[in-house]
């Protein structure tokens, strides 16, 4: 069979490592799809740029013609980032018959069931596991390893970011503003850390996560959203005083045909194995009927790590092409788009509160709590900063998200009740 020729649409971090894979496992990767590899042109923005990669000068090109339009092209691994151009850019190639390897989860999460079913019709694939978790090849793994399965819910540390912060909060209690200091020194973070610490990324990710394990098709509006700015170090000591941990997870679960996908501060029990993933590192918690619990962990972003997961893709779009059946990897959705309503979402809740300590003040705030049917599984009482002021800790049992609204709103309006300081989920006790 003739090469593959390949189109690499950037040569940023991931980009240089899947030209080194692809180079350094030449014989290995022929000998597993049968046929050759090749690059043959990269998309860049800078010709003159001094790369951390010995390339072909021939192979550079800032036009994009020059890979979407070339009839010698088979394959456009996509690593360059963006959404609205790169769409364009990726419907391009499709309707040239143009096979589409991305790691782009901002594009997949807005425009990917669009492009999966452009990609269809025009007989092509697009995989995408490596917008996941990086090396993790977690997207492959709810596809095909565990397709026969009923998965009933997914819990993940998806962002490497927030991750690294909460891990240096939680084990040296260091302040929130000198963490993301340090992460954006040695390149976790970027220069605007929006995207990681209010949570995006991480919804974007579990929107994907949730597609391909749900078999519903959802869209990142439907995901509830909650970053890490807000935690401070007393929330961390609070939650470790009753033997939790905090980290930022995505949570999806599916009941009875609705779902729900929330990326939020969640209290895990300290021995919880999602509670154990530290710094940078990623970690996809699986619950399925028949196989029960399953855990895919290892590093979420990287050059070689990602690069890895591109370049395992682009093997599979290759035997596609020598077997004869590309654009049979999307499946149309086999579930209506249903979410739950908040009478149907719980979960446990940790409840901080500033109260005025006086005679009676406790029950005043249990009582609001008993009017909406909320028990508690554990309870603290400590005094605060100021004189006739305490502090109320409550981890409440499972209640409903409309629950616990109702609750919080009601005792906004006690005048015992100084301030609501914090609530975060609780889970993993299953």
Known sequence: MKK???????????????????????????????????????????????????????WLTIDPADLVDNPEIDVIIEVMGGIEDTNQLLERAIRNKKHIVTANKDLMAVHGQKLLRLAKENKCDILYDASVAGGIPILRSLSDGLASDHIQKIMGIVNGTTNYIMTKMTDEGLPFDEVLEEAQALGFAEADPTSDVDGLDAARKMTLLANIAFRMELNLEDVHMVGIRGITQEDINFAESLDYTIKLIGIA??????????????????????????????????????????????????????????????????????????????????????????????????????????????????????????????????????????????????????????????????????????????????
């Open 253 to 430: 679960s599916m009941q009875d045909g609705k779902a729900e996908v929330t990326v939020e501060p969640t209290l895990l029990p300290k021995d919880h194995p999602l509670a154990l993933v530290k710094n940078e590192y990623n970690a996809v918690y699986v619950y399925g009927e028949a196989v029960g619990e399953t855990m895919f962990y290892g590093p979420g972003a990287g050059s070689l790590p990602t690069a890895t997961a591109v370049v395992s893709d682009l093997m599979e779009v290759v035997k596609n092409i020598r077997l004869g059946i590309s654009g049979n990897t999307y499946i149309d959705p086999q579930f209506d788009h249903h979410l739950k309503s908040d009478s149907e979402k719980f979960s446990r809740q940790f409840i901080r509160l500033e109260v005025e300590d006086q005679a009676g003040a406790f029950q005043e705030i249990t009582n609001v709590f008993s009017d909406e049917k909320v028990s508690f599984a554990k309870i603290l009482q400590l005094p605060g900063d100021r004189e006739k002021i305490a502090e109320i800790v409550m981890v409440t049992h499972k209640i409903s998200r409309e629950q616990l609204l109702k609750s919080l709103a009601n005792l906004k309006g006690l005048d015992v009740v100084k301030r609501l300081i914090s609530h975060y989920r609780v889970d993993g006790e299953e």
């Open 4 to 58: 593959i020729q390949v189109g690499l649409c950037g040569l940023g971090t991931v980009g240089t490592g899947v030209v080194k894979v692809l180079e350094d496992h030449q014989e290995q990767i022929k000998h597993k799809v049968g046929c050759e590899i090749e690059i043959s042109k990269i998309l860049v923005s800078n010709l003159e740029k001094t790369r951390d990669v010995v390339i072909k000068q021939d």
